[in-house]
């Protein structure tokens, strides 16, 4: 099994950064892609940000494209997100994921962490 567990969000103010963290432990396969999806209240779950094991391979959401950075250090086995330039339409849940391909599909991904909260106010 692979464990799945974020840190890192919080409430900030339009405008400011947060940066989210995402631990991998258990039997994580190599070669893995990790992304990032959120959901907001009433909202079904979007797609993010990707990354591939190298991190030759990244991929963004056309809503945060230029505001947001995805990195790994697979010596740690984490995943972050660096979010700047916050807006109050960023506000959900975020969630990391994990899986054998990178897609923009929720459905493609094999292990979800349990989310944490990023509020921005207007």
């Known amino acids: 099994q692979v464990q799945l567990v974020e840190s890192g969000g919080g409430l900030v103010q339009t405008g400011g950064s947060l940066r989210l963290s995402c631990a991998a432990s258990?039997?994580?396969?190599?070669?893995?892609?990790m992304g990032w999806f959120r959901q907001a209240p009433g909202k079904e779950r979007e797609f993010v940000a990707l990354?591939?094991?190298?991190?030759?391979?990244?991929d963004y959401s056309g809503s945060v494209k230029g505001r947001f950075a995805i990195s790994r250090d697979n010596a740690k086995n984490t995943v972050y997100l660096q979010m700047n330039s916050l807006k109050p339409e960023d506000t959900a849940v975020y969630y990391c994921?994990?899986?054998?391909?990178?897609?923009?599909?929720?459905?493609?991904?094999?292990?979800w962490g349990q989310g944490t909260q990023v509020a921005v106010s207007s």
């Open positions: 994921a994990l899986g054998a391909v990178g897609s923009d599909n929720s459905k493609a991904w094999s292990y």
């Open positions: 258990g039997r994580t396969f190599s070669r893995n892609f």
């Open positions: 990354i591939s094991w190298s991190g030759g391979i990244t």
